[in-house]
């Protein structure tokens, strides 16, 4: 979605040239196939799929932290000199497009309390753009700047979206997911109240044959339908934008048929720092690769990324596989967003601690982190190993017991102030010459 000012196309910035009447199609791809039941799931309905730090029972969101001093902008990890020099253009006012981050990951990722925190250290040295990427109809899911609220029946592609073989057409848009609402079902989105001013809406969908969705915000509503033009190939991949107040409820209905929803993007028109968190639950870094891969890699180019994060691998300590193999599943994925974007910086995170029932690290927490840190180095991305972030060995019985506990007595999930700890660190190191890590704690 890099498309500038209002009457021109194809600059870095995700500002739409599509009028509110008329929809762009922006990639197309093979006719889906009709989707076997086994394949579509109700997002009201239970599920077999098992995500780390997910949101079953979850606690209570802890008091926003102090606001600390703005963090220095500086080029602490070299390979990100290009991210860096965005940011600073940014913020001296010399840059009129977002800088938009990817970060990919699994459920430490979606959860979104770690990727929050990062975004607030990236905004302490640039102004705010915008949630960025929102999921619509998706059981489960949180956005800490978005609060969602569905009515109705939504089910979702893949059925388990997880999973590392080709599933259906193998079209997910941005975000490995599309959402299927069915009759009377409708989605509704507020921004935080951090934000003021215009924003804008731009909706990701494909509707096949006889398909329709209704999109409101504010006063503005309008039909998306197959059958009015909208979609003259229902293969198509298509967006559309609403302009409006930060105040003003975004509202997606199902109108006709069988409407499929890749997701929404929101931003301030102002530029800002946006930070675009497309975690799934249980994925390892192999499921993207799943994924169609010309349709996923244009996504990533319309989008305009500044940088491309990836933050897997706890999903991958409880494998059985030879950690090398995860070496090259990451480098598959930078690769193939760089055929698009061949100057693309790119962060590999490792896996944060997983800790035996006697306390140890699990030994394939430092394999994998070994086997990303090599990939880094060959594909020429910075590195940050959330394990030595947290301390090493038996950082994670040392985060259990810190008052207020940190980490999860199930030796794989952190709390949600843990997460947040752990976002901090994770903000001090791409944004300070030095990163700071947590000294061992007494157990």
Request: with cysteine.
């Amino acid at each position: 979605m890099k498309f500038g000012q209002r009457g021109m196309t194809l600059s870095v910035a995700f500002i739409w040239m599509v009028a509110c009447s008329r929809p762009a199609r922006v990639a197309t791809v093979p006719p889906p196939e009709k989707p076997e039941l086994s394949q579509v799931a109700s997002s009201t309905g239970p599920t077999n799929e098992t995500g780390l730090g997910g949101l079953v029972n979850p606690e209570p969101e802890p008091l926003e932290p102090a606001d600390s001093a703005a963090l220095p902008l500086a080029t602490p990890l070299p390979e990100l000199r290009a991210f860096y020099e965005a940011l600073a253009q940014l913020e001296r006012g010399e840059r009129q497009q977002a800088v938009r981050v990817m970060w990919l990951g699994d459920s430490h990722t979606a959860a979104d309390f770690m990727t929050d925190e990062v975004r607030k250290a990236m905004r302490s040295a640039a102004p705010a753009g915008g949630p960025g990427y929102v999921r619509l109809g998706l059981d489960g899911y949180r956005h800490s700047e978005v609060r969602l609220t569905s009515t109705g029946r939504f089910r979702h592609a893949p059925r388990l979206p997880a999973q590392r073989t080709r599933v259906l057409d193998g079209v997910f848009g941005y975000g490995g997911i599309r959402t299927l609402p069915q009759p009377g079902a409708s989605v509704r989105a507020v921004l935080s109240s951090q934000y003021h001013g215009p924003v804008r809406w731009t909706l990701s969908y494909r509707l096949p044959e006889r398909a329709a969705v209704a999109v409101q915000l504010g006063t503005q509503k309008i039909e998306l339908s197959a059958a009015s033009g909208a979609a003259s190939e229902p293969q198509s991949v298509l967006y559309h934008e609403l302009d409006g107040d930060a105040g003003q409820e975004f509202v997606l209905k199902h109108v006709a048929g069988q409407p499929e929803i890749f997701g929404v993007f929101v931003e301030t028109l102002s530029p800002g720092v946006v930070v675009d968190t497309v975690g799934i639950n249980g994925a390892r870094a192999a499921t993207v690769l799943a994924w169609e891969r010309a349709q996923f890699a244009e996504a990533v180019r319309l989008r305009g990324v500044d940088l491309l994060v990836l933050a897997f691998g706890t999903n991958e300590i409880f494998d059985n596989a030879r950690p090398d193999r995860y070496e090259a599943h990451v480098q598959e994925i930078v690769e193939t967003v760089r055929e698009v974007s061949p100057e693309l910086p790119c962060w590999i995170v490792g896996p944060p601690d997983a800790s035996t029932e006697d306390g140890r690290s699990r030994v394939r927490v430092a394999e994998v982190t070994a086997a990303q840190r090599r990939a880094a180095v060959r594909l020429g991305c910075a590195f940050s190993s959330a394990y030595e972030l947290m301390g090493g060995e038996r950082s994670f019985v040392n985060w259990m017991t810190h008052q207020p506990p940190w980490a999860r007595g199930d030796r794989i999930h952190l709390t949600v102030a843990g997460y947040q700890e752990l976002g901090r660190l994770l903000g001090a190191s791409l944004l300070t010459p030095h990163a700071t890590t947590v000294q061992a704690l007494a157990p």
